[in-house]
């Protein structure tokens, strides 16, 4: 249970551990006591505490000149409680018959009940305290490490707290390393974890996620003056539609920040997946070619129900990556109705009779540097 001798260093260390106060230890300590020693013949026992550098636990009864109830009474000048005060540590105060209790010698099983009590104990309060912290950062972005693996779950440490991180929004084959930090968006909190449901349900899918990330790392989007207007994801990509709301702001260059400085930040937080930041546009055919970045294209034919598009071998594999996802995802935002269709420039080239429009937004110099 408690080491006698050392009982003021286990509370304050136990409170430091579980983040729980002095008082509380203390208050839970005596009322497992009390549920476990207040049975049977005890049951009617009146109990003192005092804690100091051992604990110390008395049994009292009122001295008194009449007897009404002999479990927490002692008749005044009676021969009991003259045989009591023969023992040195038995002792009167205020009226009050103090007779220590031999807690070293606690049945294994009341000591066993104690303890349990006390993890019991402890535990719900460290669930309600989680509960209030990480109730009032719900949509909020906290960092953590990951701590253990679950068969649905990553556990994750987050400091004030235990997170569970759903296995399914990790998409490399080879896991997260033990002790490896990540931010995460607060998605759910419950009061308590039952039924297999843990108490706290963290998230990087979240499209509020890359969103608080950018409002970390780049001011002007969390001071209003650029709007992120849309945010595009396929496994694996995220693509963020940013537009300025102050003349003579740039969009990209802002978010890209000097020396490309935030968008590394922004990219390393938000391993493994990739983001791109696309500057919004109100015709379709620049909003097109933006969304295609990092891809520049050769050539776009506009049919009325495709877009044709010639790109070089060696930028082709990120447009259709994901099963092509990411085509499909451009298309649906764009609400032309239209597929597109990739067409690869060095194919292209082979055939007979072919000929090819430069009227893209690669230029004929950046393809031979692509060379």
């Not at 953590?144 to 991180?165: A, D, F, M, P, T």
């Not at 899918?205 to 989007?221: M, V, W």
């Not at 109705?337 to 009779?353: A, F, M, P």
Request: glycine letters at 4%.
């Amino acid at each position: 249970m408690i080491e006698n001798n050392n009982t003021n260093k286990f509370i304050k260390v136990l409170a430091e551990r579980e983040r729980v106060s002095e008082e509380k230890i203390k208050e839970i300590i005596i009322y497992s006591f009390r549920e476990s020693y207040c049975k049977g013949e005890n049951l009617e026992a009146d109990l003192h505490f005092e804690f100091g550098d051992n604990l110390l636990v008395y049994r009292t009864y009122k001295i008194v000149e009449k007897l009404n109830d002999s479990n927490k009474e002692i008749l005044k000048d009676s021969e009991q409680l003259n045989q009591l005060l023969k023992t040195k540590d038995n002792k009167i105060k205020n009226d009050i018959l103090f007779l220590p209790l031999d807690i070293k010698n606690l049945s294994l099983l009341t000591s066993h009940r104690i303890k349990e009590q006390l993890r019991k104990n402890i535990g719900e309060i460290k669930e309600k305290n989680q509960y209030k912290l990480y109730e009032s950062l719900k949509g909020e972005l906290v960092r953590g490490s990951i701590q253990n693996y679950q068969e649905k779950y990553y556990v994750v440490n987050l400091g004030e707290g235990i997170g569970h991180w759903d296995k399914e929004e990790w998409k490399l084959p080879e896991r997260p390393r033990l002790g490896q930090s990540f931010y995460f968006l607060i998605k759910e909190v419950r009061e308590k974890s039952e039924k297999g449901l843990p108490q706290i349900i963290i998230t990087r899918q979240d499209d509020l996620f890359p969103l608080k990330l950018l409002e970390l790392e780049i001011p002007e989007i969390k001071e209003k003056i650029i709007k992120v207007k849309q945010i595009l994801r396929v496994p694996g990509l995220i693509k963020l539609i940013v537009e300025s709301k102050r003349t003579g702001v740039d969009p990209l260059g802002t978010c890209i920040g000097k020396n490309a400085e935030r968008i590394r930040a922004i990219s390393r937080i938000i391993y493994p997946e990739r983001i791109d930041i696309v500057p919004w546009s109100e015709d379709k055919k620049t909003m097109f070619f933006n969304l295609l970045s990092p891809v520049k294209i050769v050539s776009l034919l506009e049919k009325k129900d495709s877009w044709d598009i010639i790109v070089p071998q060696k930028k082709v594999s990120l447009l259709l990556e994901n099963q092509g996802k990411v085509l499909k995802m451009i298309s649906e935002f764009l609400g032309t109705g239209r597929k597109i269709h990739v067409q690869v420039l060095e194919e292209v080239e082979k055939e007979k009779n072919s000929i090819i429009v430069w009227n893209g937004n690669l230029t004929f110099d950046e393809y031979q540097r692509l060379q």
